[in-house]
């Protein structure tokens, strides 16, 4: 009785986090921005204009990895790999199909992009696979690239325990993600 | 890796594709997810300026300074052999603040620059230190915020609300956050 009421009180606080936490955040940028004397329209449009570059600078990646997915898919590739994954998810209480996901999130930030919208117009956005996925992509991060971007950068080679700890991380923010999932969205 | 993951993708399909006789299926398929991705692509951009936009704001007003002070007592906790006045500190402060307001491309060039700096108290120069080790795996098990990008995927693809991720993403971010610290502290003993 005392964790259904925790775990109905942890859900209303995430909801209402969800639903607040853009709006708010938005307007105490903004508000902050205007009292520190920043000229909040001009900044704002230049940024965007930024935004905009990022974004098509991520289309030829979303082209790219959407098409190969696309021929996975259609030949029945995938589906395939969906069985030959059933056990690993399974042990794993991940469902099958975000498991391409957890796969390639590790490897790459456009390509786990890709990945994501390929559930969500599969499964639907809103569906409980398109949801962990969402889920899944904000909170985690490419780990091989951002080592060697970082390390290569001061030209470090051996670089120890690094990946068994930021894969450990991963993981957990997989399963993390599934658990919180379940006990938000049911 | 990326490469051989992506053409493993196609030649896989090609191949299960022939055995099946699937490739007239395929061939639409190519089709339709190129064309599929620039509608994507549109759903997704006016989401990316707003957000943007609204961040580089609080970049021009010294959010990220804030947030850092906010920061700066938890860090130091995590890095006991660098001293708490030494640039690598300042640069690292700045760089998980950046992070978790999603400026990735502000967040970099400073990482970068946090790397360069902690490589000035190696010893040994091509062998990672602990700190670095822990630097590291705070940034790919990223605490961000607000995921704008899931976000404005999800609310291209046709969501009925997009945002409500923020709060569980949030939630699992923070565990895989605690993980990493818990796994880097650990193992920095045995390697």
Known sequence: MKGCIRVIAMRLLIEALSAFAVPLLVAFVLIHGYKKGVKVYEVFVEGAAEGIKTSVRILPYLIAILMAIGIFRSSGAMDILLVLLRIPAGLLGIPAEVMPLVLIRPLSGSGALGVVSEIFATYGPDSFAGRVAGTMMGSTETIFYTTALYFGAVGIRDTRHVLPSALMADMAGVVASVVVCRLIFG | ?191
């Open chain 2, 1 to 191: 890796m990326i490469n051989m993951v992506w053409l493993f993708l196609i030649v896989t399909g090609i191949v299960v594709a022939a055995v099946q006789g699937t490739m007239g299926d395929v061939s639409a398929g190519i089709m339709a997810e190129a064309s599929s991705s620039v509608e994507l692509f549109l759903g997704l951009v006016g989401i990316m300026a707003l957000w943007t936009g609204v961040m580089r704001v609080a970049e021009k007003s010294g959010l990220v300074e804030a947030l850092s002070r906010g920061i700066r007592p938890v860090l130091g906790l995590l890095f006991p052999d660098i001293p708490k006045s030494h640039p690598a500190m300042g640069a690292m402060v700045m760089n998980i603040a950046a992070n978790m307001l999603g400026l990735g491309n502000a967040a970099t060039p400073i990482g970068i620059n946090a790397m360069k700096e902690l490589q000035k108290l190696n010893p040994r120069p091509t062998r990672a230190t602990n700190a670095m080790c822990t630097f590291l795996v705070l940034n790919t098990s990223s605490v961000q915020l607000i995921p704008a990008t899931v976000i404005g995927l999800k609310a291209a693809s046709g969501s009925s609300n997009p945002t409500e991720i923020i709060g569980t993403a949030l939630l699992a971010t923070a565990i895989s956050t605690l993980a990493g610290i818990a796994a880097v502290k650990t193992l920095e003993r045995l390697y």
